[in-house]
């Protein structure tokens, strides 16, 4: 089956620690999306890769960093400079053909304890 | 910047009414425009995506309309069922599209349809 899974789906984190969560795709994309999504608030862009070993930073990247070294893949770490991790998290992955449709994982929630 | 918007941010109705949720956005310029829809703690799925260039588009009982000239676009659902009760959110793709990818989300409509 074809789509996009995220890996764990709940993950504590204690402050100080860094962690990271998993996102593949094999439909093939170009272009691979972190969101965070906090209760009352709209989806905000984290990080995103329109290709393999390029990413750019979204609106509010401080406190993350990511990697593309493989097109399935685009991993995002949590590190310790970020100052409120607690949220749920989503990865998305897009063709780059004219219809650009995004198609979204099944997400993380991120616990700091 | 482009900011979207949708109104109301919670709706109730009972089974079998055909319902209309609206978007807006302030930037005309869009390539094109996506219904989500997303159910508690789940990801999103992907509803319709219309073009710029296009009015309207359709899938089963759901069809979306867009105005671009007035930054509006509304989701009809027809026949509503308690399974259609989820968030609803519409993103915006900027308008120059070649290679800027980014979409802008609104915060999304609860919808409940009661049995």
């Known amino acids: 089956d074809g789509g996009i899974t995220q890996s764990p789906k709940y993950l504590f984190r204690k402050e100080g620690q860094n962690v990271t969560l998993s996102c593949e795709q094999n439909?093939?994309?170009?272009?691979m999306y972190w969101y965070r999504q906090d209760p009352g608030q709209g989806l905000r862009l984290i990080y995103y890769s329109q290709i393999v070993n390029d990413f750019q930073k979204g609106d509010i990247a401080e406190g993350y960093s990511v990697s593309r070294e493989k097109k399935e893949s685009f991993p995002l770490t949590v590190t310790s400079a970020q100052k409120n991790p607690t949220a749920f998290y989503l990865c998305?992955?897009?063709?780059?053909?004219?219809?650009?449709?995004?198609?979204f994982g099944p997400g993380t929630r991120l616990t700091v304890l | 910047k482009q900011e979207v918007t949708q109104i109301p941010a919670a709706l109730s109705v009972p089974e079998g009414e055909n319902l209309v949720l609206n978007c807006s956005f302030t930037d005309s310029a869009i390539y094109n425009l996506q219904w989500f829809r997303q159910d508690p703690g789940k990801g999103l799925t992907s509803l319709l995506l219309i073009q710029s260039s296009q009015r309207e588009q359709t899938s089963g009982r759901l069809n979306a309309s867009l105005d671009k000239s007035s930054g509006r676009s509304t989701l009809y659902i027809a026949a509503s069922q308690p399974g259609d009760s989820a968030t609803y959110l519409c993103a915006v793709r900027r308008g120059s599209g070649g290679s800027n990818y980014k979409l802008t989300f609104g915060k999304g409509t609860l919808l409940t349809v009661n049995p």
């Open positions: 998305a992955s897009a063709g780059t053909g004219r219809s650009n449709e995004q198609f």
């Open positions: 439909l093939n994309h170009d272009a």
